[in-house]
């Protein structure tokens, strides 16, 4: 076990040492993410509200205030979310359930009467709705807010005409002009830049890429080379092997990620909200999702030219139904489907509640049990695939 333990971090060292030596491969290696960061962080500004192209949104509803006024506006909530098929609205006992739903995409918001809201009405001061939307993608998060605070601005309206019939001499001017007011309530501090939700999934795409482009060159360039089978030939485990060629293209990729991180950190004010350690295990299993697909994809071309294409033809696609760059609702339903189907979607899913919402791990347990499954059984199968490869 220590000699194969050994074998592994020396392989692992040879292939570093190796990309090292290759000096312009480093720096464009270098000059990729930043590329990425200044590119999309300039294309990406902060989102303003726009039409709303989702409908039928599942929002949840929270009644905190026991006043007949409270679930009079709560109804008419319901009623116009209904008529023009913006919202599915959801009963919720406590904003804390409701919350715990954003966090596991069964809602994308929250619509919280707060307790007192009927006194504050009956005294004739603003009553305030609260409204929280799932942070996980600028875009929506701005279509949803605006689209709930237009429903609430319009019954606001409506009891607005019904108190200037009525109106008293001590009434507060904001009451009269706007009786019901909305405030937008984060679920985790200010986050309202954009980069905020595109830093995670640029963070687990360069290191899927990485791993799948990186094990594409590392195993076909040694084949071709014929040091491979030098390698093959030496009294040290297959399984060896494999696990080097995976340490060292996990140390590439998490650089490339801890890069992007620390730009969107300095130029464009992102923060991790939540575990850093999580974080990190996160990306280790996106790694791991992946490291088996390359292996079986490399292990089965002929030369380094057709792997690539293999590669290419793999991360393209995830690129684009993984939710990385559009939102996953965006896409036709059978779309989604198939970008379900990708690890790279429960990675950066996992990484986007981690960092923006600060999600614990039994919150993303799902994503974490899929990135699993992939990890032993993509493994399972490219350890054999491999053996039988190089043994021919």
Request: proline share 4%; glycine share 8%; net charge neutral.
């Amino acid at each position: 076990m220590s000699h194969s333990i050994y074998v592994t971090f020396r392989i692992a060292q040879k292939d570093l040492l190796d990309f090292w030596k290759a000096k312009m491969l480093v720096g464009t290696f270098m000059l990729m993410p930043i590329l990425m960061m200044t590119m999309f962080g300039s294309m990406f500004p902060s989102t303003t509200g726009t039409s709303n192209p989702y409908r039928n949104a599942p929002m949840a509803m929270v009644v905190e205030d026991d006043g007949s006024l409270a679930i009079q506006v709560a109804d008419q909530f319901k009623d116009i979310s209904a008529s023009t098929a913006l919202f599915k609205v959801r009963d919720f006992p406590s904003f804390k359930s409701a919350r715990d739903e954003i966090l596991t995409g069964s809602v994308k918001g929250v619509v919280l009467i707060p307790e007192g809201f009927t006194d504050a009405f009956n005294s004739h001061r603003q009553a305030t709705v609260l409204i929280t939307v799932d942070d996980t993608n600028a875009q929506m998060a701005s279509i949803i807010y605006g689209e709930a605070a237009s429903i609430v601005g319009a019954i606001s309206d409506n009891f607005g005409r019904s108190i200037i019939t009525k109106m008293g001499i001590s009434s507060d001017p904001s009451f009269v002009t706007e009786p019901i007011g909305v405030q937008r309530e984060n679920l985790i501090g200010s986050t309202t830049n954009s980069f905020q939700f595109l830093a995670p999934g640029f963070m687990g795409l360069t290191v899927v890429m990485g791993t799948l482009s990186g094990l594409a060159s590392a195993i076909s360039r040694e084949k071709e080379q014929g040091t491979m089978d030098g390698i093959m030939v030496a009294p040290i485990s297959r399984n060896a092997i494999v696990a080097g060629k995976m340490m060292s293209q996990t140390v590439r990729g998490m650089i490339q990620a801890f890069i992007i991180l620390g730009l969107s950190m300095v130029l464009f004010g992102v923060k991790v909200y939540g575990s850093p350690l999580l974080m990190v295990g996160v990306l280790l299993l996106g790694v791991a999702s992946f490291a088996g697909i390359g292996i079986i994809a490399t292990s089965i071309a002929p030369e380094q030219e057709t792997a690539t294409m293999m590669m290419l033809l793999l991360q393209f696609p995830m690129m684009f139904l993984s939710g990385i760059l559009f939102p996953m609702d965006q896409l036709p339903g059978w779309l989604q489907w198939v970008g379900k189907a990708l690890p790279l979607y429960y990675a950066a899913d996992a990484l986007r509640k981690v960092m923006v919402l600060s999600a614990n791990f039994n919150q993303i347990f799902m994503d974490v049990a899929v990135l699993a499954l992939y990890s032993v059984t993509t493994l399972g199968i490219a350890i054999p695939v491999f053996r039988k490869a190089m043994t021919r």
